[in-house]
């Protein structure tokens, strides 16, 4: 079974930048969509963006203007610019890769963002 790395989370102050890979360990073309999911101590999971393996994307409103999802399909990685980050976007940032037929999904360990004022 395929499975999801992600690399690149850090400590930031408020309005820096860092990005986000997503290594799958093989073919992302198994995958009909692709997302950066996270999670905030004591909130539930929610999605931060995804990308269908046709390109489209589409973004949580908090993070419209200042994130961007992108897939390298040569490189079996998926990507999540955060630009002009603020302390909110503290949390464990997962890669998530779902196929509708035969239904599949996985995740990645997830890794840390934490952004401080």
């Given amino acids: 079974q395929v499975q999801l790395v992600e690399s690149g989370g ?9 990005r986000l890979s997503c290594l799958a360990s093989g073919s992302i073309f198994i995958f009909n969509t692709m997302a950066w999911y996270r999670q ?11 990308i269908t393996s046709g ?4 973004y949580a409103d908090s ?4 994130f961007t999802i992108s897939r390298e399909n040569a490189e079996n ?5 955060m630009n002009s980050l603020k302390p909110e976007d503290t949390a464990v940032y997962y890669c ?11 995740w990645g360990q ?8």
């Fill in 10 to 18: 850090g400590e930031v102050q408020a309005g820096g930048s860092l």
């Fill in 40 to 50: 905030a101590p004591g909130k539930q999971r929610e999605l931060v963006a995804r």
């Fill in 55 to 58: 390109g489209f994307t589409n």
């Fill in 63 to 66: 993070v419209k203007g200042r």
């Fill in 77 to 81: 990685t998926v990507y999540l610019q």
């Fill in 96 to 106: 998530n890769g779902v196929r509708g037929f035969p239904r599949l999904e996985v």
């Fill in 110 to 117: 997830g890794t840390q963002v934490t952004v401080s004022s």
